[in-house]
């Protein structure tokens, strides 16, 4: 997609700290971290959010959830715990229109994530 962040990221057009990276698989610092571990967990494909996910990508979106499982752990943030947040669409405040997941880490969270 020409006019998403994330895709550009992906081609390297916008500088970006990467953590992890292989064929179909990005994780990357958050510009803005809301925590002392903020990491963002994209697939290389562009897929807007959760409700365009499909079967065919069942492969991808496993491989994502391994992907927070190596990095918890490279992170040693597995004992301790961590928290995975996905928005969808204009209610949750999704500002970057490429499926993400938020890996929160380094702090104790509070009990709801709705405010
Ligand atoms: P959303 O609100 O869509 O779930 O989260 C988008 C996230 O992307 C935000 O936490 C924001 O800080 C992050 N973000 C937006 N633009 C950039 C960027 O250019 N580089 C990086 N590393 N993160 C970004
Ligand atoms: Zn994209």
């Known amino acids: 997609m020409d006019d998403c962040i994330f895709c550009k990221i ?11 990276e292989d064929n179909e698989v990005l994780a990357f ?12 967990v994209i697939p290389k494909k562009h897929i807007e959010n959760i409700l365009e996910v499909s079967p065919k990508d069942s492969d991808l979106i496993v491989k994502i959830f391994q992907t927070i499982n190596k990095l918890a752990k490279d992170l040693g943030v597995e004992k301790d715990g961590f928290r ?11 500002e970057v229109m490429h499926l993400h997941f938020h890996l ?4 104790k969270m509070g009990p ?4």
């Open 10 to 20: 992906i081609q390297g057009k916008i500088p970006s700290e990467k953590v992890y």
């Open 29 to 40: 610092k958050d510009i803005q971290p809301a925590a002392p571990i903020h990491i963002l």
């Open 84 to 94: 995975i947040i996905t928005n969808c669409g204009r209610d949750s405040g999704q």
């Open 104 to 107: 929160l880490a380094g702090k």
């Open 112 to 115: 709801k994530i709705v405010s």
